[in-house]
């Protein structure tokens, strides 16, 4: 089966800093697009941030210059970085894995990340 396990979420204050780490089995990681979305109460799934499988990156202007997205094959597992964090980043991350190729997608189950003094 093909597994997606995010871990690093928790509370942190305003400024605070969170590294989210999702490992991957059951794929050949190294051919598949990562990308890290996130949902908040009320509101619809978005992307933000992406590392695709050559290593280029992208980010939601929202979040560009604060969270960082990387990639370890060797460990089969993708991280997120984030600094600077402000209570509207509240919401639970989910980490993806997709294969253009083949048409497929695959999701982590979440974990939550709350911003709040």
């Known amino acids: 089966q093909v597994q997606l396990v995010e871990s690093g979420g928790g509370l942190v204050q305003p400024g605070g800093s969170l590294r989210l780490s999702c490992a991957a089995s059951?794929?050949?990681?190294?051919?598949?697009?990562m990308g890290w979305y996130r949902q908040a109460p009320g509101k619809q799934r978005e992307l933000v941030a992406r590392i695709t499988s050559g290593g280029s990156t992208d980010y939601v202007d929202s979040v560009n210059g604060r969270f960082t997205i990387s990639r370890d094959n060797a460990k089969n597992t993708v991280y997120l970085q984030m600094n600077t964090l402000k209570t509207e980043d509240t919401a639970v991350y989910y980490c993806n894995a997709k294969r253009l190729s083949f048409g497929l997608n695959y999701w982590g189950q979440g974990t939550q990340v709350t911003v709040s003094s």
């Open positions: 059951g794929i050949i990681f190294r051919f598949y697009d």
